[in-house]
């Protein structure tokens, strides 16, 4: 179980000021805004400090963690956003330092969303490229890019289950925004929520055996929990504020996610499933990522 949940002081920080070697071991990927720019950060559980990872004018956000912890794939605008406020967002790879070390996409639109395959060889996103807003999958090198769905709607945010053989994600295909699952190839697509309300942001189980996503199902954004299978529904968070982007801990035993109150910051929380407690973190931003060398399932 996860002892530092309650995060009592955090320090925004350079990762050079943090450490000799610019080395991180892993953490909760945030993005905040925290420094008046949207940046990605590291959030140190152990040590209780928020370490920048970038640090440039325009959008940089939505980190994902290589499987080896060595690399974070990310969206980024890395200027200032143009064509009346829209951002056209880029894919990038870069160290937990920050350096660069590929820029997977180029174009006029926008490409986000980056969720790194458990075996790493592929990164699955989300793109307007086609006039739509479609997921694809490419190589980790930004080579032998494929789109993944065609629908009327929108398709978000891919996660891979542990294995690398399903990825969900969420579409407003049928009306209302509900949770799929399909393969990397595009075939053998199934439906895993329905009903009353929305559901979206999935995110899968280091065990695979469940997902975690926001939904609104009684008119404001809660934290599930349901099967691929769409079977065993159950609500984790309640509260009157809005909560939605679900992570889970490299243990499955604990879910990250932000919460939103009317007229306040976001706020990046805690429950433990075990017990449900939750938890506040004070930091402000969305999780996206996490990761922990010693922690992380097998």
Do not use: Y
């Not at 925290?34 to 559980?45: Q, S």
């Not at 200027?79 to 590929?102: F, H, T, W, Y």
């Amino acid at each position: 179980m996860w002892k530092s949940l309650i995060l009592l002081v955090l320090t925004v920080a350079t990762l050079s000021s943090c450490s000799q070697n610019n080395k991180v071991s892993g953490g909760l990927l945030v993005s905040s805004n925290e420094t008046g720019d949207w940046e990605v950060i590291i959030v140190d559980l152990e040590t209780s400090l928020a370490r920048q990872v970038t640090n440039e004018t325009g959008l940089d956000i939505e980190g994902s963690w290589s499987p080896d912890g060595e690399k974070i794939a990310l969206a980024s605008s890395r200027g200032p956003c143009r064509n009346k406020g829209a951002c056209d967002l880029e894919l990038l790879i870069v160290q937990p330092d920050g350096s660069v070390l590929a820029q997977l996409t180029s174009n006029s639109r926008t490409d986000d969303q980056p969720a790194w395959s458990p075996d790493g060889t592929r990164i699955a996103f989300r793109s307007d490229r086609t006039d739509d807003v479609e997921l694809f999958v490419m190589d980790a090198d930004g080579g032998n890019v494929q789109q993944l769905t065609n629908s009327p709607g929108e398709d978000w945010t891919p996660t891979w289950s542990p294995d690398g053989s399903l990825l969900a994600f969420a579409s407003n295909r049928n009306g209302n925004w509900d949770i799929f699952v399909t393969r990397p190839d595009g075939t053998e697509l199934r439906q895993v929520t329905d009903g009353q309300g929305d559901h979206w942001l999935p995110a899968w189980s280091p065990h695979g055996s469940t997902l975690a996503f926001a939904g609104n199902r009684d008119d404001n954004w809660d934290i599930f929990t349901v099967r691929p299978d769409g079977t065993e529904l159950q609500q984790v968070v309640t509260h009157t504020a809005s909560d939605s982007e679900p992570v889970w801990s490299p243990d499955g035993s604990v879910l990250a996610f932000v919460r939103r109150p009317i007229g306040l910051s976001s706020t990046l929380m805690f429950v433990e499933l075990s017990t449900g407690k939750v938890s506040q973190g004070n930091v402000d931003g969305f999780p996206t990522d996490w990761f922990e060398p010693t922690k992380n399932l097998d």
